[in-house]
Protein backbone atom coordinates (compact mmCIF):
# COMPACT_ATOMS: atom_id res chain seq x y z
CA UNK A 1 0.00 0.00 0.00
CA UNK A 2 1.08 3.79 -0.48
CA UNK A 3 -0.26 6.86 0.07
CA UNK A 4 -0.29 9.64 -2.65
CA UNK A 5 0.66 12.81 -1.66
CA UNK A 6 -0.59 16.13 -2.93
CA UNK A 7 0.78 19.16 -2.38
CA UNK A 8 -0.75 22.74 -2.44
CA UNK A 9 0.71 26.63 -2.59
CA UNK A 10 -1.19 27.68 0.90
CA UNK A 11 -4.01 26.33 2.93
CA UNK A 12 -6.52 27.94 0.76
CA UNK A 13 -5.87 26.80 -2.17
CA UNK A 14 -5.93 23.08 -0.43
CA UNK A 15 -9.20 23.98 0.93
CA UNK A 16 -10.51 24.72 -2.54
CA UNK A 17 -8.74 21.43 -3.89
CA UNK A 18 -9.97 18.86 -1.70
CA UNK A 19 -13.86 21.15 -2.68
CA UNK A 20 -13.15 20.27 -6.25
CA UNK A 21 -12.13 16.91 -5.61
CA UNK A 22 -14.79 15.81 -3.11
CA UNK A 23 -17.45 17.00 -6.02
CA UNK A 24 -15.82 15.40 -8.63
CA UNK A 25 -15.27 12.41 -7.04
CA UNK A 26 -18.91 12.12 -5.71
CA UNK A 27 -20.04 12.43 -9.51
CA UNK A 28 -17.85 10.18 -10.83
CA UNK A 29 -18.94 7.79 -7.96
CA UNK A 30 -23.11 8.47 -8.45
CA UNK A 31 -22.51 7.52 -12.00
CA UNK A 32 -22.36 3.80 -11.34
CA UNK A 33 -23.79 3.32 -7.52
CA UNK A 34 -25.85 4.98 -5.14
CA UNK A 35 -25.94 5.99 -2.07
CA UNK A 36 -22.95 7.43 -1.18
CA UNK A 37 -21.00 7.51 2.04
CA UNK A 38 -18.91 10.45 3.02
CA UNK A 39 -17.25 11.07 6.38
CA UNK A 40 -16.89 14.47 7.13
CA UNK A 41 -13.88 16.22 9.48
CA UNK A 42 -13.89 19.71 11.43
CA UNK A 43 -10.97 21.93 12.27
CA UNK A 44 -9.41 24.82 9.96
CA UNK A 45 -9.15 23.48 6.77
CA UNK A 46 -11.75 20.75 6.95
CA UNK A 47 -14.50 23.29 7.56
CA UNK A 48 -13.01 26.28 4.58
CA UNK A 49 -13.45 22.99 2.71
CA UNK A 50 -17.24 22.49 3.14
CA UNK A 51 -17.38 25.98 2.69
CA UNK A 52 -15.57 25.63 -0.48
CA UNK A 53 -18.35 22.82 -1.49
CA UNK A 54 -21.04 25.49 -0.64
CA UNK A 55 -19.81 28.21 -2.63
CA UNK A 56 -18.82 25.76 -6.04
CA UNK A 57 -20.73 25.91 -8.84
CA UNK A 58 -19.97 22.48 -9.16
CA UNK A 59 -21.93 21.30 -5.89
CA UNK A 60 -25.33 21.02 -8.04
CA UNK A 61 -24.13 18.59 -10.46
CA UNK A 62 -24.40 16.04 -6.96
CA UNK A 63 -27.69 14.02 -6.19
CA UNK A 64 -27.29 14.91 -3.05
CA UNK A 65 -30.45 12.31 -1.61
CA UNK A 66 -28.24 9.81 -2.53
CA UNK A 67 -25.20 11.44 -0.32
CA UNK A 68 -25.17 9.99 3.21
CA UNK A 69 -22.95 12.30 6.08
CA UNK A 70 -21.03 11.20 8.81
CA UNK A 71 -18.75 11.92 11.22
CA UNK A 72 -15.19 10.80 11.82
CA UNK A 73 -15.19 12.38 15.56
CA UNK A 74 -17.08 14.97 17.69
CA UNK A 75 -16.89 17.21 20.77
CA UNK A 76 -19.23 15.32 23.27
CA UNK A 77 -20.97 19.00 23.92
CA UNK A 78 -25.08 19.77 23.52
CA UNK A 79 -27.04 19.82 20.62
CA UNK A 80 -25.98 23.10 18.71
CA UNK A 81 -22.34 24.41 20.35
CA UNK A 82 -20.33 25.70 18.01
CA UNK A 83 -17.82 23.82 19.31
CA UNK A 84 -19.21 20.72 17.58
CA UNK A 85 -18.15 19.71 14.34
CA UNK A 86 -21.61 19.07 13.65
CA UNK A 87 -22.93 22.83 14.43
CA UNK A 88 -20.18 23.79 12.43
CA UNK A 89 -21.23 21.92 8.90
CA UNK A 90 -23.98 22.66 9.17
CA UNK A 91 -23.46 26.38 9.04
CA UNK A 92 -20.81 26.00 6.13
CA UNK A 93 -22.73 23.90 4.08
CA UNK A 94 -25.60 21.36 4.99
CA UNK A 95 -27.92 24.48 5.42
CA UNK A 96 -26.98 25.73 2.04
CA UNK A 97 -27.83 22.58 0.54
CA UNK A 98 -31.01 23.02 2.28
CA UNK A 99 -33.82 20.44 0.49
CA UNK A 100 -31.47 18.99 -1.73
CA UNK A 101 -29.98 17.14 1.39
CA UNK A 102 -32.46 15.38 3.08
CA UNK A 103 -32.77 14.99 7.00
CA UNK A 104 -32.74 11.54 7.19
CA UNK A 105 -29.02 11.53 5.29
CA UNK A 106 -27.04 13.13 8.19
CA UNK A 107 -26.07 10.92 10.75
CA UNK A 108 -24.77 13.48 13.39
CA UNK A 109 -23.02 11.74 16.32
CA UNK A 110 -25.36 11.94 19.31
CA UNK A 111 -24.80 15.05 21.38
CA UNK A 112 -24.86 15.24 25.20
CA UNK A 113 -28.40 14.85 26.43
CA UNK A 114 -30.41 13.56 29.82
CA UNK A 115 -30.72 10.42 27.43
CA UNK A 116 -27.07 10.50 26.59
CA UNK A 117 -25.01 11.52 29.45
CA UNK A 118 -21.43 9.45 28.14
CA UNK A 119 -19.25 9.61 25.06
CA UNK A 120 -20.06 5.84 25.45
CA UNK A 121 -23.51 6.19 25.11
CA UNK A 122 -22.79 8.23 22.08
CA UNK A 123 -20.51 5.81 20.73
CA UNK A 124 -22.82 3.08 20.93
CA UNK A 125 -25.99 4.95 19.81
CA UNK A 126 -23.72 5.84 16.40
CA UNK A 127 -22.55 2.11 15.99
CA UNK A 128 -25.83 1.46 15.95
CA UNK A 129 -26.92 4.13 13.30
CA UNK A 130 -24.09 2.53 11.26
CA UNK A 131 -25.24 -1.37 11.78
CA UNK A 132 -29.02 0.13 10.82
CA UNK A 133 -27.46 1.79 7.68
CA UNK A 134 -25.97 -1.57 6.86
CA UNK A 135 -22.49 -0.82 8.47
CA UNK A 136 -21.49 0.90 4.74
CA UNK A 137 -17.91 0.92 3.59
CA UNK A 138 -17.19 4.66 3.54
CA UNK A 139 -16.67 5.74 -0.02
CA UNK A 140 -14.60 8.70 1.05
CA UNK A 141 -13.41 9.37 4.87
CA UNK A 142 -11.98 12.69 5.07
CA UNK A 143 -9.77 13.37 8.02
CA UNK A 144 -7.91 16.34 9.67
CA UNK A 145 -4.56 15.68 11.07
CA UNK A 146 -3.60 17.53 14.60
CA UNK A 147 -0.11 18.64 15.04
CA UNK A 148 0.19 15.95 17.78
CA UNK A 149 -0.61 14.06 14.63
CA UNK A 150 -4.05 12.54 16.31
CA UNK A 151 -6.65 11.95 13.58
CA UNK A 152 -10.28 12.20 14.24
CA UNK A 153 -10.23 11.94 18.41
CA UNK A 154 -7.24 8.99 18.16
CA UNK A 155 -4.16 10.48 20.11
CA UNK A 156 -0.93 9.51 21.05
CA UNK A 157 -0.71 7.15 23.38
CA UNK A 158 -4.33 7.13 24.32
CA UNK A 159 -6.33 4.08 25.29
CA UNK A 160 -8.65 4.67 22.14
CA UNK A 161 -5.91 3.76 19.57
CA UNK A 162 -6.09 -0.12 20.45
CA UNK A 163 -9.54 -0.25 20.76
CA UNK A 164 -10.97 -3.09 18.08
CA UNK A 165 -14.06 -5.10 17.07
CA UNK A 166 -16.10 -1.94 17.05
CA UNK A 167 -16.15 0.98 15.24
CA UNK A 168 -16.95 3.75 17.45
CA UNK A 169 -15.07 4.78 21.06
CA UNK A 170 -15.92 7.00 23.39
CA UNK A 171 -12.73 9.01 24.52
CA UNK A 172 -12.10 10.57 27.83
CA UNK A 173 -8.91 12.67 28.71
CA UNK A 174 -8.54 13.74 25.32
CA UNK A 175 -5.55 16.47 25.75
CA UNK A 176 -7.40 18.90 23.00
CA UNK A 177 -10.47 19.91 24.30
CA UNK A 178 -12.75 19.38 25.41
CA UNK A 179 -11.86 16.49 27.28
CA UNK A 180 -14.87 14.26 26.19
CA UNK A 181 -15.75 12.93 23.21
CA UNK A 182 -16.60 10.52 20.83
CA UNK A 183 -14.75 8.88 17.52
CA UNK A 184 -14.37 6.50 14.76
CA UNK A 185 -12.00 3.50 15.39
CA UNK A 186 -9.03 2.31 13.19
CA UNK A 187 -11.49 -0.43 12.26
CA UNK A 188 -14.01 1.82 10.64
CA UNK A 189 -11.29 4.14 9.54
CA UNK A 190 -8.91 1.23 7.70
CA UNK A 191 -12.61 -0.38 6.53
CA UNK A 192 -13.21 3.03 3.83
CA UNK A 193 -12.44 2.51 0.47
CA UNK A 194 -10.31 6.09 0.22
CA UNK A 195 -8.92 7.88 3.39
CA UNK A 196 -7.97 11.62 2.96
CA UNK A 197 -5.64 13.09 5.42
CA UNK A 198 -6.17 16.85 5.18
CA UNK A 199 -2.77 18.71 6.98
CA UNK A 200 -1.77 22.41 6.77
CA UNK A 201 0.67 24.51 8.22
CA UNK A 202 4.48 24.12 9.45
CA UNK A 203 3.17 23.22 13.03
CA UNK A 204 1.48 19.90 11.17
CA UNK A 205 4.98 19.10 9.03
CA UNK A 206 6.53 17.14 12.27
CA UNK A 207 3.77 14.86 12.43
CA UNK A 208 3.22 14.82 8.52
CA UNK A 209 7.00 13.32 7.90
CA UNK A 210 6.35 11.13 11.16
CA UNK A 211 3.16 9.25 9.31
CA UNK A 212 4.33 9.43 6.08
CA UNK A 213 7.92 7.89 7.36
CA UNK A 214 5.53 4.62 8.71
CA UNK A 215 5.92 6.16 12.51
CA UNK A 216 4.22 3.54 14.84
CA UNK A 217 0.49 4.45 15.30
CA UNK A 218 0.85 5.31 18.90
CA UNK A 219 3.22 8.41 18.72
CA UNK A 220 1.54 8.83 15.22
CA UNK A 221 -2.39 8.17 14.78
CA UNK A 222 -2.20 9.62 11.24
CA UNK A 223 0.28 6.65 10.11
CA UNK A 224 -2.81 3.68 10.56
CA UNK A 225 -5.40 6.19 8.34
CA UNK A 226 -5.41 3.86 5.37
CA UNK A 227 -8.08 3.21 2.82
CA UNK A 228 -8.74 -0.04 1.28
CA UNK A 229 -8.53 1.40 -2.29
CA UNK A 230 -6.18 3.98 -1.83
CA UNK A 231 -4.80 6.58 0.66
CA UNK A 232 -4.63 10.10 0.00
CA UNK A 233 -2.39 13.13 2.00
CA UNK A 234 -3.56 16.16 0.86
CA UNK A 235 -1.09 19.08 2.26
CA UNK A 236 0.00 22.47 1.73
CA UNK A 237 4.10 23.25 1.50
CA UNK A 238 4.28 24.26 4.77
CA UNK A 239 3.56 20.90 5.77
CA UNK A 240 5.84 19.32 3.61
CA UNK A 241 8.98 20.93 5.07
CA UNK A 242 9.74 17.89 7.55
CA UNK A 243 10.01 15.94 3.73
CA UNK A 244 12.62 18.31 2.40
CA UNK A 245 9.66 18.32 -0.38
CA UNK A 246 10.70 21.11 -2.61
CA UNK A 247 8.77 23.53 -3.79
CA UNK A 248 8.10 22.20 -7.60
CA UNK A 249 5.80 19.88 -5.41
CA UNK A 250 3.25 22.35 -5.33
CA UNK A 251 1.71 20.99 -8.43
CA UNK A 252 3.06 17.59 -9.09
CA UNK A 253 1.77 14.11 -6.87
CA UNK A 254 3.99 12.09 -5.28
CA UNK A 255 4.08 8.58 -3.78
CA UNK A 256 5.47 8.01 -0.54
CA UNK A 257 5.72 4.00 0.46
CA UNK A 258 3.71 2.99 3.27
CA UNK A 259 6.55 0.67 4.48
CA UNK A 260 8.63 1.86 7.35
CA UNK A 261 12.22 3.04 6.53
CA UNK A 262 13.70 1.98 10.33
CA UNK A 263 13.98 -1.44 11.40
CA UNK A 264 12.81 -0.23 15.12
CA UNK A 265 9.28 1.22 13.68
CA UNK A 266 8.91 -2.21 11.67
CA UNK A 267 9.47 -3.89 14.61
CA UNK A 268 6.65 -2.00 16.24
CA UNK A 269 4.18 -1.87 13.70
CA UNK A 270 4.60 -5.83 13.62
CA UNK A 271 3.92 -5.59 17.57
CA UNK A 272 0.80 -3.63 16.58
CA UNK A 273 -0.31 -5.74 14.18
CA UNK A 274 -0.32 -9.14 16.50
CA UNK A 275 -1.61 -7.16 18.94
CA UNK A 276 -5.13 -8.31 18.53
CA UNK A 277 -3.79 -11.44 19.91
CA UNK A 278 -2.90 -10.02 23.30
CA UNK A 279 -6.07 -6.80 24.21
CA UNK A 280 -5.25 -5.69 27.23
CA UNK A 281 -7.94 -5.39 29.38
CA UNK A 282 -9.03 -2.43 31.81
CA UNK A 283 -6.67 -3.94 34.52
CA UNK A 284 -3.32 -4.09 32.58
CA UNK A 285 -3.97 -0.63 31.09
CA UNK A 286 -4.17 0.77 34.30
CA UNK A 287 -1.42 -1.16 35.78
CA UNK A 288 0.99 0.63 32.88
CA UNK A 289 -0.46 3.80 33.70
CA UNK A 290 -0.39 3.64 37.45
CA UNK A 291 3.24 2.80 37.23
CA UNK A 292 3.99 5.77 34.47
CA UNK A 293 1.90 7.97 37.05
CA UNK A 294 4.17 7.07 39.44
CA UNK A 295 7.09 8.12 38.26
CA UNK A 296 8.26 4.49 37.53
CA UNK A 297 10.80 4.09 34.55
CA UNK A 298 9.10 2.49 31.51
CA UNK A 299 10.81 -0.79 31.47
CA UNK A 300 8.17 -3.27 31.55
CA UNK A 301 7.59 -5.74 29.30
CA UNK A 302 5.26 -5.18 26.48
CA UNK A 303 1.73 -7.16 26.30
CA UNK A 304 3.20 -9.33 23.95
CA UNK A 305 6.01 -10.58 26.38
CA UNK A 306 3.82 -10.47 29.22
CA UNK A 307 1.36 -12.89 27.23
CA UNK A 308 4.18 -14.86 26.93
CA UNK A 309 5.07 -15.31 30.63
CA UNK A 310 0.90 -16.12 31.28
CA UNK A 311 1.45 -18.84 29.15
CA UNK A 312 4.39 -20.43 29.95
CA UNK A 313 3.10 -20.37 33.39
CA UNK A 314 0.29 -22.17 32.09
CA UNK A 315 1.78 -24.43 29.81
CA UNK A 316 4.34 -25.84 33.15
CA UNK A 317 1.34 -25.80 35.12
CA UNK A 318 2.61 -23.43 37.79
CA UNK A 319 1.39 -23.37 40.72
CA UNK A 320 3.88 -21.32 42.64
CA UNK A 321 5.95 -18.43 40.89
CA UNK A 322 8.92 -16.30 42.12
CA UNK A 323 9.40 -13.21 40.38
CA UNK A 324 12.44 -11.20 41.08
CA UNK A 325 11.77 -7.49 39.79
CA UNK A 326 8.43 -6.11 40.50
CA UNK A 327 8.98 -2.79 39.30
CA UNK A 328 5.13 -1.55 38.77
CA UNK A 329 3.71 -4.88 38.91
CA UNK A 330 2.80 -5.18 35.01
CA UNK A 331 4.43 -8.80 34.24
CA UNK A 332 3.32 -9.22 38.04
CA UNK A 333 -0.17 -9.17 36.72
CA UNK A 334 0.19 -11.55 33.89
CA UNK A 335 1.91 -13.84 35.76
CA UNK A 336 -0.52 -13.72 38.59
CA UNK A 337 -3.71 -14.45 36.01
CA UNK A 338 -1.74 -17.84 34.75
CA UNK A 339 -2.12 -19.45 38.63
CA UNK A 340 -4.99 -21.34 40.09
CA UNK A 341 -6.81 -20.35 42.59
CA UNK A 342 -5.17 -21.67 45.40
CA UNK A 343 -1.49 -20.76 43.60
CA UNK A 344 1.13 -18.15 44.81
CA UNK A 345 3.39 -15.67 43.51
CA UNK A 346 6.52 -13.89 45.60
CA UNK A 347 7.66 -10.98 44.15
CA UNK A 348 10.86 -9.13 45.31
CA UNK A 349 11.26 -5.69 44.17
CA UNK A 350 14.35 -3.48 46.07
CA UNK A 351 12.22 0.09 45.91
CA UNK A 352 9.25 0.60 48.02
CA UNK A 353 7.97 3.21 46.14
CA UNK A 354 8.12 1.04 43.07
CA UNK A 355 6.88 -1.65 45.51
CA UNK A 356 3.78 0.31 46.85
CA UNK A 357 2.22 1.45 42.82
CA UNK A 358 2.71 -1.98 42.61
CA UNK A 359 0.59 -3.33 45.15
CA UNK A 360 -1.76 -0.69 44.62
CA UNK A 361 -2.33 -1.83 41.18
CA UNK A 362 -2.79 -6.06 42.17
CA UNK A 363 -5.14 -4.91 44.52
CA UNK A 364 -7.12 -2.80 42.11
CA UNK A 365 -6.68 -5.67 39.83
CA UNK A 366 -7.88 -8.47 41.97
CA UNK A 367 -4.72 -10.64 42.59
CA UNK A 368 -3.57 -9.14 45.48
CA UNK A 369 -4.93 -12.62 47.96
CA UNK A 370 -2.70 -14.45 45.18
CA UNK A 371 0.65 -12.33 45.54
CA UNK A 372 3.35 -11.30 48.06
CA UNK A 373 5.56 -8.56 47.17
CA UNK A 374 8.62 -8.46 49.49
CA UNK A 375 10.50 -5.81 49.57
CA UNK A 376 14.32 -5.29 50.16
CA UNK A 377 17.59 -6.08 47.90
CA UNK A 378 16.52 -9.23 46.38
CA UNK A 379 19.43 -11.21 46.91
CA UNK A 380 19.40 -10.76 51.00
CA UNK A 381 15.08 -12.08 50.17
CA UNK A 382 16.38 -15.11 48.69
CA UNK A 383 18.79 -16.04 51.17
CA UNK A 384 15.72 -15.42 53.89
CA UNK A 385 13.50 -17.72 51.53
CA UNK A 386 16.03 -20.53 51.32
CA UNK A 387 17.04 -20.83 55.23
CA UNK A 388 13.11 -20.77 55.68
CA UNK A 389 12.97 -23.77 53.69
CA UNK A 390 10.09 -22.46 51.25
CA UNK A 391 8.42 -24.88 48.75
CA UNK A 392 10.17 -24.62 45.30
CA UNK A 393 8.62 -22.79 42.72
CA UNK A 394 7.73 -23.82 39.51
CA UNK A 395 8.38 -20.64 37.37
CA UNK A 396 10.95 -18.00 38.40
CA UNK A 397 11.53 -14.84 35.93
CA UNK A 398 14.21 -12.73 36.91
CA UNK A 399 14.26 -9.08 35.65
CA UNK A 400 16.51 -7.20 38.16
CA UNK A 401 20.20 -6.04 38.04
CA UNK A 402 21.44 -8.03 35.05
CA UNK A 403 25.41 -7.54 37.60
CA UNK A 404 23.59 -9.96 40.26
CA UNK A 405 22.32 -12.73 37.44
CA UNK A 406 24.96 -15.55 38.18
CA UNK A 407 24.26 -14.75 41.83
CA UNK A 408 20.51 -15.33 41.48
CA UNK A 409 20.72 -18.72 39.42
CA UNK A 410 22.69 -19.96 41.90
CA UNK A 411 20.14 -19.17 44.52
CA UNK A 412 17.02 -20.14 42.32
CA UNK A 413 18.71 -23.55 42.45
CA UNK A 414 18.00 -23.70 45.67
CA UNK A 415 13.96 -22.27 45.00
CA UNK A 416 12.98 -24.82 42.39
CA UNK A 417 12.92 -28.44 41.52
CA UNK A 418 13.46 -30.57 38.50
CA UNK A 419 11.50 -29.29 36.05
CA UNK A 420 11.14 -25.65 36.83
CA UNK A 421 11.55 -23.30 34.55
CA UNK A 422 13.76 -19.88 35.03
CA UNK A 423 13.49 -17.25 32.02
CA UNK A 424 16.07 -14.28 32.68
CA UNK A 425 14.98 -11.07 31.01
CA UNK A 426 16.98 -8.38 28.94
CA UNK A 427 19.82 -10.71 28.09
CA UNK A 428 20.63 -9.59 24.36
CA UNK A 429 21.20 -5.68 25.12
CA UNK A 430 21.17 -4.93 21.55
CA UNK A 431 23.58 -6.81 20.60
CA UNK A 432 26.06 -5.30 22.95
CA UNK A 433 26.57 -9.07 24.59
CA UNK A 434 28.89 -10.27 22.34
CA UNK A 435 31.77 -7.13 23.02
CA UNK A 436 34.04 -8.69 25.56
CA UNK A 437 35.27 -5.57 26.76
CA UNK A 438 32.35 -3.75 27.17
CA UNK A 439 32.17 -1.26 29.78
CA UNK A 440 28.55 -1.63 30.75
CA UNK A 441 28.65 -3.96 33.87
CA UNK A 442 25.36 -4.99 32.97
CA UNK A 443 26.51 -6.46 30.08
CA UNK A 444 29.34 -8.22 31.87
CA UNK A 445 26.40 -9.93 34.04
CA UNK A 446 25.02 -11.24 31.34
CA UNK A 447 28.27 -12.81 29.87
CA UNK A 448 28.92 -14.02 33.52
CA UNK A 449 25.84 -15.68 32.88
CA UNK A 450 26.34 -17.60 29.68
CA UNK A 451 29.62 -18.53 31.48
CA UNK A 452 27.79 -19.98 34.63
CA UNK A 453 25.44 -21.86 32.31
CA UNK A 454 27.58 -23.38 29.67
CA UNK A 455 27.66 -27.26 30.35
CA UNK A 456 25.94 -26.63 33.62
CA UNK A 457 25.29 -29.89 35.40
CA UNK A 458 21.69 -28.62 36.45
CA UNK A 459 20.48 -25.95 34.23
CA UNK A 460 19.52 -27.13 30.25
CA UNK A 461 19.68 -23.39 28.42
CA UNK A 462 19.13 -21.16 25.35
CA UNK A 463 18.55 -17.45 24.75
CA UNK A 464 16.05 -16.03 22.31
CA UNK A 465 16.89 -12.73 20.69
CA UNK A 466 13.54 -10.14 19.94
CA UNK A 467 12.76 -7.65 18.76
CA UNK A 468 9.48 -4.97 19.05
CA UNK A 469 8.38 -2.09 20.81
CA UNK A 470 10.87 -2.87 23.25
CA UNK A 471 13.62 -2.64 21.11
CA UNK A 472 16.66 -5.47 20.42
CA UNK A 473 17.17 -7.49 23.21
CA UNK A 474 16.36 -11.04 24.26
CA UNK A 475 15.55 -13.39 26.81
CA UNK A 476 17.52 -16.58 28.17
CA UNK A 477 14.77 -19.90 28.73
CA UNK A 478 16.08 -22.40 31.41
CA UNK A 479 14.70 -25.67 32.92
CA UNK A 480 16.02 -27.32 35.91
CA UNK A 481 17.56 -30.71 34.77
CA UNK A 482 15.85 -33.55 36.95
Not at 204 to 221: C, E, F
Amino acid sequence: MSRDVLVHPDARVLAESVAARLLTHLVDIQSHRSPVHVVLTGGTVGIATLEAVAASPVRDAVDWSGVHLWWGDERFLPDGDPDRNETQARNALIDALGDALPAENVHPMPARSDDVTTPEASADAYAAALTEAGSPAFDVLVLGMGPDGHIASLFPEHDALAVTGQPTVGVHGSPKPPPERVSLTYDAIRGAREVWVVASGTEKAQAVASALRGAPVTTTPAAGAIGTERTLWLVDIAATEGLGTPAALSTTAAAFPAAVDAAAERWTHVDEYFSVLVPEDVALVDTRHAAAAGGLPDIAVAANQGKLLHLLAQSVGARRILEIGTLGGYSTLWLARALPSDGRLTTLEIDPEHARVATDSLTQAGVDELVDVLVGPAADTLDRLIEEETAPYDLVFIDADKQSIPRYLGQTLELTRPGSLVIVDNVVRGGAVVEADHPDDRVQGVRSMVELLTDHPRYDATVVQTVGTKGYDGFALLRVRD
